[in-house]
């Protein structure tokens, strides 16, 4: 009897050693559980074009969820290749991407749209509809994914409201002032409260009073609960700021700090 | 369920808006998608309208042959049933001398000499006793002539067989223009369906090129590749629905009331024009499909080249 329980027992210990293989079901299930928690994950991300030297060179790095986190680098230095791989405009030559929970390697082509309505975007250049009034620019997209008319009258103007635009609804990105349009992109980003809103280089066309407007709007939005990743080359906001600072040079992460400043970088 | 069904109509809603956006090229793409199906549908009914009156003069051809007045009923009726043997016969009626005389009469009403002349004959009838006979086409009556040859005895020598000539040759003539009007109008067809074809290619490449932003603002939102592309087709099929409305309405104000003056002409058009006013539903059917089948295939052409999502 006491043979038969000894036996048992190495069965079970035996299953249990291979069960913490690497690359087992259970190790495998665990690391999505940890990949879950971050809300965006790089696991060693490198790109390369063509022959030339990589934009992105076996980048790390993981961002938790509600954090607000600053990207800052000079030009070329692989920030605009971060986001495009992040928001799957170019696939990465190598490294592991998980964003919101969705492993980019076992993301289908037609699984991209569904991606992307998990992340919002905001460009420097704000990419407004101009034949588009504001609302009708902020409800295209929530007309994009099937949403009621009912539901998006009911939606926009408390977005509009957040972002300060009561009023201005009718008109159109051309009445607007630099600061305004890039509220309603903003507005736009966030209608269908996205997990992540990547702000990439929000405040490059706009004076410093519109800048922190827009970059108080960001912080607001980011106490919702929305992660923000932003990149700029505003030296003062980003000290004055006091968040999160990842500094990229010649595609590598150079520094990651918790409470950082530009020079830093 | 009820998301598809927003969705799809918003596809139109977009494709609509684009449609009344670019005022000159739709106006293009329309007129040239207009002549197409117009030179399609006038093709079909010219074909139809030939093609009857061909018909129907084939069917007024006869032969005559004419019989001396020594014959025999019963040899007249052998030869009447040789002839109806004959494939290419449809009908042999016998024309007796009296029915002759008074269907000379009838016809040379007006004729006050003829008639006079006639009548001082008294009761001698100078004319013969005949064979009409209706074939089926005019143009083969090899088997007709071998029998009416055998019964050459039968025939009156002076009078030669009559095969009603200007008919026979109007009827080639009719069947010329009709060959060639069909043959010009294929052509000319297929000719303005590749124009068609080329210009809402390139009015969809415009399209896709002025709203280059819009289409990667899309992207990056998460719409869908069938969200971007579906107003470009609805777009390109609007282009097809506007021209059959206006093809259409030109066939049925102009070419259905105007029609009738050909009649004059001894041109058949009534049976095509009832088709055309009796099934009114398959003729618009079938010039929205042609239109908008060019305009879908155009810009599917063009969304394969140039909208890369």
Redesign the interface.
Same mark, same amino acid.
């Given at each position: 009897m006491a043979s038969w329980m000894g036996l048992l027992r190495l069965i079970w210990k035996t299953n249990k050693d291979r069960r913490r293989q690497p690359g087992s079901r259970v190790v495998r299930a665990n690391q999505r559980l940890c990949y879950n928690k971050k809300v965006i994950l790089l696991d060693r991300v490198t790109k390369i074009y063509g022959k030339n030297k990589p934009a992105l060179n076996r980048v790390s790095l993981h961002v938790e969820p509600k954090e607000f986190v600053i990207l800052v680098g000079t030009s070329g230095a692989g920030k605009s290749t971060l986001l495009k791989i992040l928001t799957r405009e170019e696939r990465p030559t190598s490294g592991k991407i998980v964003v919101g929970g969705i492993d980019y390697d076992t993301l289908k082509d037609k699984s991209v749209p569904l991606l992307r309505r998990k992340i919002g975007v905001v460009f420097q250049d704000f990419k407004l509809l101009p034949q588009r009034t504001v609302f009708e620019n902020i409800a295209f997209a929530l007309e994009i994914v099937g949403m009621s008319n009912r539901e998006i009258r009911h939606t926009v103007p408390k977005v509009i409201e957040l972002v300060g635009l009561t009023g201005k609804e009718n008109q159109f990105p051309s009445e607007l002032s630099g600061g305004e349009q890039q509220r309603v992109a903003i507005a736009r980003a966030v209608v269908r409260q996205p997990k992540i809103l990547i702000a990439d280089e929000p405040t490059g066309n706009l004076d410093p009073k519109h800048s922190w407007d827009i970059v108080r709007l960001l912080e607001k939005i980011n106490r919702y609960g929305t992660t923000v990743l932003l990149t700029t080359h505003n030296q003062d906001i980003v000290n004055k700021l006091k968040r999160r600072v990842i500094t990229i040079d010649h595609g590598k992460i150079i520094s990651d700090v918790a409470q950082g400043s530009y020079n830093q970088g | 369920m !009820?998301?598809?069904f927003?969705?799809v109509l918003?596809i139109f809603r977009y494709g609509l808006n684009n449609f009344s !956006?670019n005022a000159w090229l739709t106006t293009a793409a329309t007129v040239v998608m207009t002549i197409t199906l117009l030179i399609i549908i006038t093709t079909m009914f010219a074909r139809f309208v030939f093609n009857d009156t061909i018909d129907q003069v084939r069917q007024k051809i006869d032969v005559s042959v004419y019989l001396k007045d020594e014959d025999t009923p019963a040899q007249v009726q052998d030869f009447a049933r040789q002839l109806k043997a004959v494939p290419v016969v449809t009908s042999v009626d016998y024309v007796s001398k009296q029915q002759a005389r008074t269907t000379f009469e009838e016809q040379n009403r007006a004729e006050f000499q003829q008639l006079q002349a006639l009548a001082e004959l008294g009761s001698d009838n100078p004319f013969p006793a005949s064979l009409r006979i209706k074939t089926r086409d005019p143009n083969k009556l090899e088997g007709l002539n071998a029998v009416i040859g055998k019964n050459k005895p039968l025939l009156d020598t002076s009078l030669p067989t009559s095969y009603s000539g200007d008919r026979k040759a109007a009827i080639d003539r009719i069947a010329q223009v009709s060959q060639f009007s069909e043959t010009a109008g294929l052509v000319a067809a297929a000719v303005f369906v590749v124009i068609s074809i080329m210009i809402v290619f390139n009015t969809i490449r415009m399209a896709i090129f002025n709203r280059r932003?819009?289409i990667?603002?899309?992207?990056?939102?998460?719409?869908?590749?069938r969200?971007i592309r579906g107003p470009f087709i609805v777009e390109a099929a609007l282009y097809g629905v506007l021209a059959a409305i206006v093809s259409l309405l030109l066939v049925y104000t102009v070419i259905i009331t105007r029609v009738h003056d050909l009649s004059q002409y001894e041109i058949v058009v009534d049976r095509t024009v009832n088709f055309f006013r009796t099934w009114p539903v398959l003729i618009v059917l079938g010039q929205l499909l042609a239109g908008v089948l060019i305009g879908v295939f155009s810009a599917q052409l063009a969304i394969r080249r140039y909208l890369k999502l």
């Open positions: - | !009820r998301r598809g927003t969705t918003r !956006r932003d819009e990667e603002m899309m992207k990056l939102i998460g719409a869908e590749k969200f």
